[in-house]
Nanobody, 123 residues
Framework: QVLLVESGGGLVQAGGSLRLSCAASGRTFSRYGMGWFRQAPGKEREFVAAISWNGGSTYYADSVKGRFTISRDNAKNTVYLVMNSLKPEDTAVYYC????????????????WGPGTQVTVSS
C-alpha cells in the first residue's frame, strides 16, 4: 500500500513557475516508478511525466518537454515536478501516481494515486 499526497499547486501567471511535490508513505517507495498526470475541466486525464524507480530514466509528454522536470528523492519518499514557462493550457488538477517497477505513460500502469493539486495559470 502506498499513500500519495500532492502539494505545491496554486495560481500563477503565464510564464511563471511552480514546483509540485508528492509525498509517499511506505517503505517500498524506492521500488516504484512514479508519474505525474493532469486533468483539465472537461478533458481526459493525460500523462505529463514519469521517472523510473532509481531516477535513471525520465519521460515527458511532448507538450511539456523542455519546460517541466521530474525528479525524486528516495531518502525523502518524495517526487517533484518543476514546471517552468507555464501556459494557460497547463491549467489542470495534477495527480501523482505510483507504478510497481514500471514508469510508463499509460494510466492503467499505475496502481496508486494521490488526490491531486490544482494548478491554475492565468494569461
Amino acid at each position: 500500500q502506498v499513500l500519495l499526497v500532492e502539494s505545491g499547486g496554486g495560481l500563477v501567471q503565464a510564464g511563471g513557475s511552480l514546483r509540485l511535490s508528492c509525498a509517499a508513505s511506505g517503505r517500498t517507495f524506492s521500488r516504484y516508478g512514479m508519474g505525474w498526470f493532469r486533468q483539465a475541466p472537461g478533458k481526459e486525464r493525460e500523462f505529463v511525466a514519469a521517472i523510473s524507480w532509481n531516477g535513471g530514466s525520465t519521460y515527458y509528454a511532448d507538450s511539456v518537454k523542455g519546460r517541466f522536470t521530474i525528479s525524486r528523492d528516495n531518502a525523502k519518499n518524495t517526487v517533484y515536478l518543476v514546471m517552468n514557462s507555464l501556459k494557460p493550457e497547463d491549467t489542470a488538477v495534477y495527480y501523482c501516481a505510483a507504478s510497481w517497477i514500471v514508469a510508463g505513460t499509460a494510466i492503467k500502469e499505475y496502481d496508486y494515486w494521490g488526490p491531486g493539486t490544482q494548478v491554475t495559470v492565468s494569461s
